[in-house]
């Protein structure tokens, strides 16, 4: 199986900054809207990597933590900002907010709030693929905790009995430094072990390795595209450290892209070291494929799209209360 | 016109609509639960029966995976069995497949049928008579279909399958599947949001859902017989949408109204019904409202218990003359 191409990788670097960018500009804008939301910072490898393997026909399935794999999809930064502030011109028109965001004509079909909401649809999506015969493979993005839901057991049983072409990607981001199942609730132990359960391959990586993740996730869309059935992937990533209780904060500042060469001896080092945005770019410069000002040009550009994207977001006007009305029914 | 039974007609409403849209997909198909109405769905599973998915009991991820199929072209009618399983999945039938469209600003929705056995079925104790359809119909974003005809399952359940592009709970009520109506021969669609005037009458309206029309039925020829009191019985069909003025025109008519469904009352069928007479007939109204409903008790077991609960012919009866002596 081939990896990612230098392009790819070029190009993940960049959405990877996109991802990280615009989660710095929603801790940022934390007064300008009611809601609480969900930061994907420090998971950004997991959503590129996946929808780097994935057809552009393809269908994914997200949570609250949904900006990731929105962005991951190529949805317009500006108006999944627009979302989270719930203005009209917003990806859902300001009914679904920051936990909802979705775009259908980019397959991001739902996005639940509740944490195992939208896995049984994935299998559905991937169910219609076998019986439209499309070839499409439908992914589910979850967290740890999702796996806490029956949703999840009924659906991946479903899944292995049925044998569709969907991919559970769970996603634990409090696995890393150290391992430890307690903080997922899990009985089981390490958490891929679950797959074993409904006789389904499971596959564990570290969520923070872009390569890795591609690797994986081509590996197990490809079973599930050539006939194969369905696969558990757990991605091992690493709770962001201004993320506590349902405010994420700045607490160790905006990343700065320096750091990959350059890292401050401070508490955060740790977490700056498996960074997965740092890590790609010092890999992609040692290796040869970008320069340093090269990659920090990518990152200029990326600060300038979401700076743009929170003025149309701020300038977008509010939805006239009476389209509360609208779309209830198709 | 032909009577057929009412599973017979449900019967031949799924055979259809199997045969007409290869995007048609059943999970599960019990469609007749435990009853003698299994006769005419048999054949249907039989001759169909690479369409049919039979789940296991996952009510939560099959109500799910149809949603998700739903959204993307395949037309899923889930059988839930009896009624009181959705709450398994109720979590993907109201907290997903109701929001989908509305969440999504329209770019998705998810036109699955919810099939599901309702109501006091005859030793089916506290937890298999419950009849959740209020609590559907309490959902913006879902169509509730009560079907209280053969006429009605047959057309209704067609037009949900085929042309709805809204999600459907499909209620049934067990007792009903044996009960023979008019059903015209062939092919026919009962668009949502058409109620039907089962009977004409100038005294009272009795405003019916599901079981509920028979019996009101039944209650109005003891009116006419024994009282020569003229009830008009009402049949709404489906609950969302609702036709409001079908309904309301009668009331206007009559100027006394009985609403009548086998649910429990508070915040009810028959109490959504009356609120909105109410509001939107008061100047019409000669008498109050009267509700009959399924008495306030989870449903018991031994049948005098049973029948007692049960918002029987008898209550409908009391009622009208109780509003026709003001």
């Given at each position: 199986?081939?990896?990612l191409?230098?392009e790819?990788r070029?190009?993940a ?24 939301y969900h ?8 959503a590129?990597?996946?929808?780097a393997a994935l057809?552009?026909d393809?269908?994914i399935v ?7 794999h929105?962005l ?25 907010g ?10 991001v ?11 049984p649809?994935?299998?559905g999506l991937?169910l ?10 439908a992914?589910a993005?979850?967290g740890?905790g ?11 049983n479903?899944a292995?009995?049925?044998t ?7 996603e ?21 072990r679950?797959?074993?359960s409904y006789?389904?391959p ?8 872009l ?11 490809e079973?599930?595209r ?33 750091h ?7 508490q ?5 070291a498996n ?14 494929v970008?320069?340093?000002?090269a990659a920090?040009?990518i ?15 701020r300038?977008s006007?509010w939805p ?11 | ?8 007609a449900?019967?031949?409403?799924l ?7 290869p ?7 019990s469609f007749?639960?435990q ?9 249907v ?6 369409r049919?998915?039979?789940?296991p009991?996952?009510e939560l991820?099959y109500?799910?995976?149809g ?6 072209g ?9 009624a009181?399983f959705?709450?398994e999945?109720i979590p993907?039938?109201v ?7 509305s ?6 929705t ?12 005859g030793?089916?104790a506290?937890q ?19 079907p ?5 399952v047959?057309?209704?359940l067609?037009?949900?399958a085929?042309?709805?592009r809204?999600p459907?709970?499909f209620?049934s009520?067990?007792?009903?599947m ?8 062939g092919?026919f669609n009962?668009p949502?949001?058409?109620a ?5 009458g ?11 029309v028979?019996?009101a039925?039944d ?13 008009e ?6 609950l ?12 206007r ?12 009352d508070v ?8 609120a909105?007479?109410a509001?939107e ?5 000669r008498?109050?409202?009267?509700r009959?409903?399924?008495?306030p008790v ?11 609960v049960?918002?029987?012919v ?13």
């Open positions: 199986m081939s990896g191409s230098t790819q070029r190009e670097l960049r959405r990877m900054l996109l991802i990280r960018r615009f989660e710095e500009a929603t801790m940022k804008m934390r007064e300008e809207y009611p809601g609480h930061v994907y910072c420090g998971q950004e490898a997991t590129v990597g996946v929808c057809r552009a393809d269908h997200t949570t609250h933590r949904n900006h990731g929105n991951a999809r190529g949805v317009d930064p500006a108006r999944a900002l627009a979302e989270v502030l719930g203005k009209a011109t917003g990806t859902c028109g300001g009914k679904g920051t936990f909802h965001i979705m775009d259908a004509s980019l397959g079909m739902s996005a639940s709030g509740i944490v195992a909401g939208s896995i649809q994935a299998v991937a219609a693929a076998r019986l439209q015969q499309s070839g499409r493979v992914v993005f979850f740890d999702a796996l806490n839901e029956g949703a999840f057991h009924e659906a991946i479903l292995a009995l049925w569709v072409p969907v991919v559970f990607v769970c634990f981001n409090e696995a890393i430094p150290a391992y430890d199942t307690r903080n997922a609730g899990m009985a089981v132990g390490e958490l891929v679950l797959a074993d006789s389904l499971g596959l564990a990586v570290d969520g923070r390795d390569d890795a993740v591609f690797q994986v996730a081509s590996q197990a869309i079973r599930a050539s006939g194969g059935g369905a696969t558990f992937v757990e991605s091992r990533t690493q709770w962001y450290p201004g993320y506590q209780g349902r405010w994420a904060r700045l607490t160790p500042g905006e990343t700065d892209l320096r990959a060469w350059e890292p401050p001896d401070d955060y080092a740790e977490w700056r960074d997965p945005i740092l890590r790609l770019a010092r890999e992609l410069v040692d290796e040869g970008l320069t340093r000002h920090e040009r990152d200029a550009d990326v600060r300038s799209e979401i700076e743009r994207a929170v003025e149309f977001a300038s006007p006239a209360p009476e389209t509360a009305y609208t779309d209830i029914y198709a | 016109m032909r009577q057929i039974p009412y599973a017979e449900l019967a031949e409403a055979d259809e609509i199997l045969s007409e849209n995007l048609v997909t059943l999970i599960g198909a007749a639960g009853t003698s109405g299994q006769r005419f769905i048999e054949p599973r039989q001759k169909h029966a690479d049919i998915k039979w789940p009991i996952a991820a109500c799910g995976i949603i998700g199929a739903s959204m993307v395949i037309r899923p009618i889930m059988e839930l069995s009896t009181t959705s709450y999945a993907q039938i907290n997903e497949a109701a929001i989908a469209c969440n999504s600003a329209g770019q998705t998810a036109p699955a049928v919810f099939h599901m056995l309702h109501g006091i079925r030793a089916g506290v298999h008579s419950g009849s959740p359809h209020p609590w559907y119909w309490n959902t913006p974003g879902l169509y509730v279909a009560v209280g005809t053969p006429a009605d047959k057309g209704l067609r037009w949900a085929l042309d709805s809204n459907t709970v209620v009520h067990s007792g009903l044996e009960t023979t109506g008019p059903v015209p021969e092919r009962l949502f949001g058409q039907q005037i089962e009977r004409a100038t005294d009272v309206t009795v405003v019916a859902c599901g079981i509920q028979p019996r039925l209650a109005a020829e003891t009116l006419a017989g024994e009282d020569g009191i003229q009830a019985v009402v049949n709404p069909r489906t969302d949408p609702l036709d409001k003025a079908t309904i309301l025109a009668s009331v008519k009559t100027g006394r109204v009985v609403v009548t469904d086998e649910s429990h915040c009810g069928v028959a109490a959504g019904l009356a909105i007479i509001d007939a008061f100047d019409a109204l008498a109050p409202i009267k009959v409903s399924t008495l989870p449903v018991p077991y031994s049948q005098p218990m049973e029948d007692f049960t918002p029987r008898e209550r409908i009866v009391g009622a009208v003359r109780d509003i026709l002596r003001r």
